[in-house]
């Protein structure tokens, strides 16, 4: 096994949608044709590649972010988010005459969470952004990247790492809308995939795989897609991994919810932070497993990003 890291020594790379987030807190998820007082209504930057730089940043890694803003007050508030946390913001585009994405998460008083959201074309990371910012895949020990982003920027996305040595792990979400893009994307150059259990049956979906035990869903990714590691993310229920030929269930890290907003960032940022560091699988998860614990604890997006300990 190779020799482990600190992970202060580590560099990461953070594509995809750099956002403000609009909380609205009510009692229940809102449904078509009702209407409810929220118990709160709030902005703060957010995204899941800023909550994944965010963390990746708290526990000591250098972070460089790729993605686009508007250049208006939001835009600006985005970035200097980013700064105050010591992400690098150089490849962190700002447009002009383009509004910066708000994204709806409606949060119950279960600390169940729903998000709608939209990335308009202006202001969505481009394969241009992506090649621009070579210098920062150059230096990279691993780049992490999401589907907040079009198709073409994901292949340039995983190309980019891919050519510059760098490991790449994919959280695929949200879901491609088209089935046969996320089908023929190039997954043997990806090393570690962390999909929730809707993005893992919409993978196998696309590659005509029928239903499967939630417990083989890891196994039928590594088998279906040719990526060597695949953590399917299961909420409450902890998470199961195929790695090496062999699949393991791990139990979730026991907690009260107060906001599930963002738990899936805490998780998949800080496995990649472990794995990259060259720490074991179990290590990693349950790593992964207590960040995603603590960052449900506390409201909001980036802010419940855990400090390590």
Not at 182 to 207: F, G, H, K, M, Y
Not at 297 to 305: D, F, H, N, P, T
Request: aromatic share 6%; charged share 20%.
């Amino acid at each position: 096994m190779p020799e482990r890291r600190p992970i202060e020594d580590l560099r990461f790379v953070v594509v995809g949608a750099y956002v403000v987030d609009c909380f609205v807190n009510t009692p229940r998820l809102p449904a078509w044709g009702h209407e409810y007082e929220a118990r709160s209504i709030r902005t703060s930057p957010g995204g899941k590649a800023l909550n994944q730089a965010v963390a990746l940043a708290r526990l000591g890694a250098q972070v460089t972010a790729v993605g686009a803003v508007g250049e208006d007050g939001l835009g600006r508030d985005v970035s200097a988010a980013l700064a105050r946390e010591r992400v690098d913001v150089s490849w962190v585009e700002s447009r002009e005459d383009v509004a910066t994405t708000i994204c709806l998460c409606f949060v119950s008083d279960e600390g169940d969470s729903s998000i709608v959201w939209h990335i308009d074309d202006d202001v969505a990371v481009t394969s241009d952004a992506v090649q621009a910012a070579s210098p920062a895949f150059e230096r990279a020990d691993a780049v992490l990247m999401t589907f907040e982003m079009p198709e073409l920027a994901i292949r340039e996305t995983i190309g980019a790492a891919r050519r510059h040595g760098a490991r790449v792990f994919v959280q695929p979400a949200p879901v491609l809308a088209d089935p046969v893009a996320a089908a023929s994307l190039p997954w043997d150059q990806v090393d570690v995939l962390v999909p929730n259990e809707i993005e893992a049956r919409a993978l196998l979906a696309a590659r005509g795989a029928s239903d499967l035990p939630t417990d083989s869903l890891a196994g039928a990714l590594a088998a279906e897609l040719g990526v060597p590691s695949v953590v399917v993310t299961l909420g409450a229920l902890g998470c199961t991994t195929h790695a090496e030929g062999s699949s393991r269930r791990y139990p979730a890290h026991q907690t009260v919810a107060v906001d599930t907003t963002g738990a899936s960032d805490a998780f998949t940022a800080t496995l990649a932070a472990y794995l990259t560091a060259c720490a074991s699988e179990a290590e990693a998860v349950d790593a992964a497993q207590a960040a995603a614990a603590r960052a449900i604890q506390r409201a909001g997006g980036y802010e419940s990003m855990p400090l390590p300990g």
